[in-house]
């Protein structure tokens, strides 16, 4: 079964960092496109950063210099590096697995930028 | 960035309706569209890709049409599960943009 838990949310100050950590399980996320995908509260979905199976890296331009994806293929772990956060980067975070398509979500982890 | 608009924004209606949700792109994306549905305090759920494949386990009364710039999601006959809200997304070039979403409501 294939499933995905993040963790590593919690309150930070403006210009403070957080990591987000996704685990995965029943598939190898080497072998796949894994993303970041987030939710403000009450707003909708803006896709945030890419990692691609050759390792390569994409992101948002609204995240992009701040912000850095990257995994851990011995722990098939997916991670987001969030530096200098703004209020406007508070959301409910989504691991996400697929390329053309969104196939599999984790639960989210919320992070909240407020001083 | 391709800009994706759905309409409409909410949506009421009763369980046995059909429901109708349109999804437009700002430019031609052939059929390269996805829809999800998301409960509240849930991620959301794929349901179709590709504009028109629905994906397994997903009833059958859903389905997906449209290519180019103009896409629809139809619910055939509502059941008191479906009420959620419903986002559009193209894949057609990144950054792989969603529209704002449908809430259906009873």
């Given at each position: 079964e294939v499933q995905l838990v993040e963790s590593g949310g919690g309150l930070v100050q403006p210009g403070g960092s957080l990591r987000l950590s996704c685990v995965a399980s029943g598939f190898t996320i080497s072998?796949?496109?894994?993303?970041?995908?987030?939710?403000?509260?009450?707003?909708?979905?803006?896709?945030?950063?890419?990692?691609?199976?050759?390792?390569?890296?994409?992101?948002?331009?609204?995240?992009?210099?701040?912000?850095?994806?990257?995994?851990?293929?011995?722990?098939?772990?997916?991670?987001?590096?969030?530096?200098?956060?703004?209020?406007?980067?508070?959301?409910v975070y989504y691991c996400v697995r697929g390329s053309s398509w969104y196939d599999y979500w984790g639960q989210g982890a919320l992070v909240t930028v407020s001083s | 960035d391709i800009e994706m608009t759905q309409s409409p924004s909410s949506l009421s209606a009763a369980v046995g309706d059909r429901g109708t949700i349109t999804c437009r792109a700002s430019q031609r994306i052939s059929t390269y569209l996805n829809w999800y549905q998301q409960k509240p305090g849930k991620a959301p759920k794929l349901l179709i890709n590709a504009a028109s494949n629905l994906q397994s386990g997903v009833p059958s009364r859903f389905s997906g049409s449209g290519s180019g710039t103009d896409f629809t999601l139809t619910i055939s006959?509502?059941?008191?599960?479906?009420?959620?809200?419903?986002?559009?997304?193209?894949?057609?070039?990144?950054?792989?943009?969603?529209?704002?979403?449908?809430?259906?409501?009873?």
């Amino acid at each position: 079964e294939v499933q995905l838990v993040e963790s590593g949310g919690g309150l930070v100050q403006p210009g403070g960092s957080l990591r987000l950590s996704c685990v995965a399980s029943g598939f190898t996320i080497s072998n796949n496109y894994m993303n970041w995908v987030r939710q403000a509260p009450g707003k909708g979905l803006e896709w945030v950063s890419v990692i691609y199976n050759d390792g390569s890296t994409r992101y948002a331009d609204s995240v992009k210099g701040r912000f850095t994806i990257s995994r851990d293929n011995s722990r098939n772990t997916l991670y987001l590096q969030m530096n200098s956060l703004r209020t406007e980067d508070t959301a409910v975070y989504y691991c996400v697995r697929g390329s053309s398509w969104y196939d599999y979500w984790g639960q989210g982890a919320l992070v909240t930028v407020s001083s | 960035d391709i800009e994706m608009t759905q309409s409409p924004s909410s949506l009421s209606a009763a369980v046995g309706d059909r429901g109708t949700i349109t999804c437009r792109a700002s430019q031609r994306i052939s059929t390269y569209l996805n829809w999800y549905q998301q409960k509240p305090g849930k991620a959301p759920k794929l349901l179709i890709n590709a504009a028109s494949n629905l994906q397994s386990g997903v009833p059958s009364r859903f389905s997906g049409s449209g290519s180019g710039t103009d896409f629809t999601l139809t619910i055939s006959s509502l059941q008191p599960e479906d009420f959620a809200t419903y986002y559009c997304q193209q894949s057609y070039s990144t950054p792989y943009t969603f529209g704002q979403g449908t809430k259906l409501e009873i």
